[in-house]
């Protein structure tokens, strides 16, 4: 935020400055990215990711008794440097919170803290060119909800309703493993709330066998995947059908954390929380991954996209426009929507409001008001010209 006094008359030039010095440059993100964004990206898209550069919100905090100046987010999260780590940043922090919600060792004064299983439960290859639609990967949800809840032994329809009015967290999609970033490998990368029914922290270890899980997993996958296999390419239904039947290889992985040390556990305690919520809920494609280059002899612009699940220091180099062209394919699966991030169990909807209503707690929401009043915006003309538009103020706070 850019603060100002709120008698100040503010020139356009001084706010094509302001609005430049906000905006133009992201946290982290390469200058060649904004230029790059706009030349490659469809005329819609490149059109909208410099609309949060244009207008500027005047703001009052009443925190800090400021008023200040505040780009407007254009809340194309997918492609906006600005707006897409603003957005993540806003996430890591309502999934964790709201798992921590659920913990009843802290007292009322107290944040509570979040402990949790991290599970990884994978897609396997030969259903994957169905999960390119959205109900079957829905589906495919409901059967990995359905490993997790047989891992807490609740297996018949009625025990997995039980268990996900006491129990739940969060599914996030990877949709690309750790070689090619635009290989479709989609997997959901998940954080199990680890608090049993009446709140208390759960045990260390994952509660069954992880065989057992897989073979929760598998059941639930023939369950689920069967109605969807005529979408299938002509040519893979028959094998798929084939597959369905028999007892394919899944995977559902625990991530060990402490592996080596005095006591191997499965649990991410609350010092560790957060990072695993980061890993998990990123966008998996940020544009300050990204940079390009222009190759003197050919002309030709290179991105260079640093892997964010590599090892260390590994990247993927491609032309522009053939990295877009296949972001582009991905791109249903790599913002935020339902298919990508939400909550299962207690902590989705209604369930969740009732469970914070018994435990006399606010539910943590997914924006949580800022605080600060909206009082108006200037909107770019033209470059240099702004026209200033005062808050609807019966909307409420911004
Ligand atoms: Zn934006």
Same mark, same amino acid.
């Given at each position: 935020?850019?603060?100002v006094?709120? /008698?100040?008359?503010?020139?356009?030039?001084?706010?094509?400055? $302001?609005a430049?010095?906000?905006t133009?440059?992201?946290p982290? %993100?390469?200058?060649?990215?904004?230029? *790059?964004?706009?030349?490659?990206?469809?005329?819609?898209?490149?059109?909208?990711?410099?609309?949060?550069?244009? !207008?500027?919100?005047?703001?009052?905090?009443?925190?800090?008794?400021?008023?200040?100046? +505040?780009?407007?987010?254009?809340?194309?999260?997918? +492609?906006?440097?600005?707006?897409?780590?603003?957005?993540?940043?806003?996430? %890591?922090t309502?999934?964790? !919170?709201?798992?921590?919600?659920?913990?009843?060792?802290?007292?009322?004064? /107290?944040a509570?803290?979040?402990?949790?299983?991290? #599970? #990884?439960?994978?897609?396997?290859?030969?259903?994957?060119?169905?999960?390119?639609?959205?109900?079957?990967?829905?589906?495919?949800?409901?059967a990995? #909800?359905?490993? $997790?809840?047989?891992?807490f032994?609740?297996?018949? /329809?009625?025990?997995?309703?039980?268990?996900?009015?006491?129990?739940?967290?969060?599914?996030?999609?990877?949709?690309?493993?750790?070689?090619?970033?635009?290989?479709?490998?989609?997997?959901?990368?998940?954080?199990?709330?680890?608090?049993?029914?009446?709140?208390?922290?759960?045990?260390?270890?994952?509660?069954?066998?992880?065989?057992?899980s897989?073979?929760?997993?598998?059941?639930? =996958?023939?369950?689920?995947?069967?109605?969807?296999?005529?979408?299938m390419? *002509?040519?893979?239904?028959?094998?798929?059908?084939?597959?369905?039947q028999?007892?394919?290889?899944?995977?559902?992985?625990?991530?060990?954390?402490? %592996?080596g040390t005095?006591?191997?556990?499965? =649990? #991410?305690?609350?010092?560790?929380?957060?990072?695993?919520?980061?890993?998990?809920?990123?966008?998996?494609?940020?544009? !300050?991954?990204?940079?390009a280059?222009?190759?003197?002899?050919?002309?030709?612009?290179w $991105?260079?996209?640093? !892997?964010?699940?590599?090892?260390?220091?590994?990247?993927?180099?491609?032309?522009?426009?053939?990295?877009?062209?296949? =972001?582009?394919?991905?791109?249903?699966?790599?913002?935020?929507?339902?298919?990508?991030?939400?909550?299962?169990?207690?902590?989705?909807?209604?369930a969740?409001?009732?469970?914070?209503?018994?435990?006399?707690?606010?539910?943590? %929401?997914?924006?949580?008001?800022?605080?600060?009043?909206?009082?108006?915006?200037?909107?770019?003309?033209?470059?240099?010209?702004?026209?200033?538009?005062?808050?609807?103020?019966?909307?409420g706070?911004?």
């Open positions: 935020m850019h603060l006094h709120p /008698d100040d008359i503010i020139h356009g030039e001084e706010l094509e400055r $302001i430049d010095a906000l133009t440059h992201a982290g %993100v390469d200058r060649t990215t904004y230029a *790059v964004l706009k030349r490659e990206l469809d005329p819609w898209d490149a059109d909208r990711v410099t609309r949060c550069r244009g !207008n500027l919100q005047l703001l009052y905090d009443p925190e800090s008794r400021s008023h200040g100046l +505040w780009p407007e987010r254009c809340q194309l999260d997918l +492609w906006c440097p600005h707006c897409c780590i603003a957005e993540f940043e806003a996430r %890591v309502f999934q964790h !919170n709201r798992i921590a919600s659920l913990n009843t060792t802290t007292s009322a004064f /107290d509570p803290q979040a402990a949790l299983y991290h #599970v #990884v439960v994978t897609s396997p290859p030969f259903l994957r060119p169905l999960l390119h639609h959205p109900a079957p990967l829905l589906a495919f949800q409901r990995c #909800v359905a490993a $997790i809840a047989a891992g032994g609740a297996t018949t /329809d009625r025990e997995r309703a039980a268990w996900l009015r006491t129990h739940g967290g969060f599914m996030n999609l990877h949709p690309w493993g750790n070689n090619d970033p635009f290989e479709w490998s989609p997997h959901y990368d998940m954080l199990v709330a680890a608090f049993e029914a009446d709140g208390s922290i759960a045990p260390e270890r994952w509660p069954a066998r992880y065989e057992e897989r073979t929760a997993f598998r059941h639930a =996958l023939q369950r689920e995947m069967s109605p969807f296999l005529g979408r390419p *002509v040519e893979q239904i028959e094998e798929a059908h084939a597959t369905l028999t007892n394919f290889r899944v995977n559902l992985k625990i991530v060990v954390r402490h %592996v005095y006591q191997e556990r499965e =649990l #991410v305690l609350p010092e560790e929380a957060i990072p695993s919520v980061r890993y998990s809920c990123r966008s998996f494609f940020m544009p !300050n991954h990204l940079t280059s222009k190759d003197k002899r050919t002309g030709v612009v $991105i260079r996209y640093a !892997n964010p699940l590599g090892a260390r220091g590994s990247a993927y180099e491609a032309p522009a426009h053939s990295f877009f062209q296949r =972001l582009y394919k991905l791109a249903d699966f790599l913002g935020a929507n339902r298919l990508t991030h939400r909550p299962f169990g207690v902590l989705y909807g209604e969740y409001t009732k469970r914070m209503r018994a435990l006399g707690r606010a539910p943590v %929401v997914e924006h949580p008001p800022r605080g600060r009043k909206r009082l108006g915006t200037y909107v770019r003309r033209r470059k240099g010209e702004f026209e200033y538009r005062l808050a609807d103020t019966r909307g706070p911004a």
